[in-house]
């Protein structure tokens, strides 16, 4: 019923950017957070980046200060300004957010399928 959907992946050289982007639909009540996971290859998942609905950011140390994470509330989307792009920030990167629907007033995980990330020269 709801799902994510990732956009903008691809292969970019270090230094380089990127703007990932994130669009929520289905039966959608409420967003309370949306964000920004990853996972490099042989690593666990991380959180990049995260939004809440009143528009309070969080971010990964490693990117703090390169990453800007952004959404549109009213169009249920989420991006991610990436910059000044690292070989270490090759991943996928995963949407995620709690979404309240009718059926789960206060909110469960959905997630993405991932878009690839690859920074290499």
């Known amino acids: 019923q709801v799902q994510l959907v990732e956009s903008g992946g691809g292969l970019v050289q270090p230094g380089g950017s990127l703007r990932l982007s994130c669009a929520a639909s289905?039966?959608?009540?409420?967003?309370?957070?949306m964000g920004w996971y990853r996972r490099a290859p042989g690593n666990e998942r991380e959180m990049v980046a995260g939004?809440?609905?009143?528009?309070?950011?969080n971010y990964a140390d490693s990117v703090k200060g390169r990453f800007t994470i952004s959404r549109d509330n009213a169009k249920n989307t989420v991006s991610l300004e990436m910059n000044s792009l690292k070989p270490e920030d090759t991943a996928v990167y995963y949407c995620?957010?709690?979404?309240?629907?009718?059926?789960?007033?206060?909110?469960?995980?959905?997630w993405g399928k991932g878009t690839l990330v690859t920074v290499s020269a």
């Open positions: 995620n957010a709690i979404i309240a629907t009718i059926d789960q007033y206060y909110g469960v995980d959905y």
């Open positions: 289905g039966s959608i009540l409420n967003i309370n957070f």
């Open positions: 939004i809440t609905s009143g528009g309070l950011r």
